[in-house]
């Protein structure tokens, strides 16, 4: 059996009633959490969020909770995110590039990410269910896929090669189609079942 865990994405904007002292016309919040109140401090090592250049010291990094960044912008902005896992995870990191946009209005916007960790250690397991962790059957969530995974990058409406190896005679090819992905992500470690 694996386990998923779920992580939330998301940010916060409104515009100011005057632009600040930097001529930014909007206040934003980006975060990265569990969902549902889910503490993923348990298995989150630190996060680090890269601004544009234009910003003043743009890697900025977070190494407990709550993984939050507020600053200014004028402009809709991509923002790379890189969490970290304990060493339990046998997963060093994982990437997203968040679009932080803004309106007129006051936005509120959010994303979840599922990771699936595959046989994961008695100690993990119990830091991954303390996160909110489910039980997950990737035979009944994939029944078609089987081989070995590798290193993926998603992005949206683009192909995704996830598949290395695959003995089922109905994948002629192991590069798959990802639909709905509002947001690019990335591993760096082929220990990683799946991300959705």
């Known amino acids: ?18 632009p600040n002292k930097e001529g930014y016309t909007h206040d ?4 990265v959490q569990g969902v549902n109140g ?21 890697k900025r990094i977070r190494e407990k909770p709550p993984f939050v960044l507020s600053e200014s912008t004028s402009r809709t902005l991509s ?3 890189d969490v ?8 060093n990191k994982v990437n997203y590039i968040y679009d932080l946009f803004i309106t007129n209005e ?24 303390l996160c ?21 990058k998603v992005e949206p409406d683009d192909e995704i090669q996830i598949l290395n190896n695959a003995v089922d005679d109905t994948i002629s090819t192991t590069v798959k ?9 990335s591993t760096s470690s082929e220990k990683l079942l799946h991300i959705l």
């Open 1 to 18: 059996m694996s386990l998923e865990i779920k992580i939330e994405l998301g940010h916060k904007a409104w515009k100011n009633s005057k």
């Open 132 to 152: 909110g962790g489910e039980l997950v059957d990737p035979q009944k969530t994939f029944p078609m896929v089987t081989g070995t995974l590798q290193k993926c």
């Open 28 to 31: 934003w919040t980006l975060f």
């Open 177 to 185: 189609k990802a639909y709905n992905f509002q947001n690019k992500c």
């Open 106 to 129: 006051a936005v509120t916007n959010s994303l979840v990410r599922k990771l699936t960790f595959p046989k994961p250690s008695k100690e993990f397991k119990e830091k991954l269910l």
């Open 38 to 58: 889910n503490e993923i401090k348990h298995i989150v090592e630190k996060v680090i969020f890269y601004l544009p250049e234009s910003y003043q010291d743009p």
């Open 79 to 81: 923002i790379q995110i």
């Open 84 to 91: 970290f896992f304990c060493t339990e995870a046998k997963l």
